[in-house]
């Protein structure tokens, strides 16, 4: 699934220049992706653009009366409490990178919510780093974001390639 992520990543940089689903399905069985490959990459996408359109950025506090379901902007002073069940899923290597570029200032509230809903949604545990990051690139697809030069070196980085020093 994930070769297929990254496969329209690359070629749809912008989530908005992607085609439809099915027209994407058969660009991609044309290629030659195994269709169980491109099945599991579609509902996924589906999933991502179902929960990019859902999120809404509130930039300041909304004025609606407080008895609504909207989401509100998150207090500086909030803690994210991670399930035992995003931690057995995750592992302390995905949540610790999430954590990193939180406090970088480079993953907003709204964008880590959508990042751990997409990541439950994959199965088997715990996910690798590296499938977690292609996870938060195609976040910040779906968002028509494009992360910051140093969150792209981040994201890129082959961490077995590093020498400690």
């Known amino acids: 699934m994930f070769e297929v992520l990254v496969y329209v990543y690359e ?16 660009k991609l069985n044309a290629i030659g992706f195994d269709a169980d490959e491109i099945r599991d990459a579609l509902l996924w996408l589906d999933g991502l653009n179902l929960a990019a359109q859902s999120t809404l950025w509130l930039d300041a506090e909304p004025v609606i009366p407080p008895a609504t379901d909207l989401p509100r902007v998150q207090s500086p002073d909030s803690l994210r409490v991670y399930s035992v069940a995003e931690q057995n899923h995750l592992g302390a290597e995905c949540l610790g990178f999430v954590s990193f570029l939180e406090s970088a200032g480079v993953l907003p509230p709204p964008m880590r919510e959508v990042v751990l809903d997409r990541a439950m949604a994959v199965p088997g ?11 938060i690139l195609m976040v910040y697809w779906s968002f028509g974001e494009e992360p910051d030069a140093l969150v792209l070196d981040e994201l890129y980085d082959d961490s077995a390639e590093r020498i400690a020093h």
């Open 11 to 26: 070629n749809y940089w912008r989530g908005d220049a992607c085609p439809e689903l099915p027209q994407l399905e058969r």
């Open 125 to 135: 545990e715990p996910m690798t780093l590296d499938d977690l990051k292609i996870i």
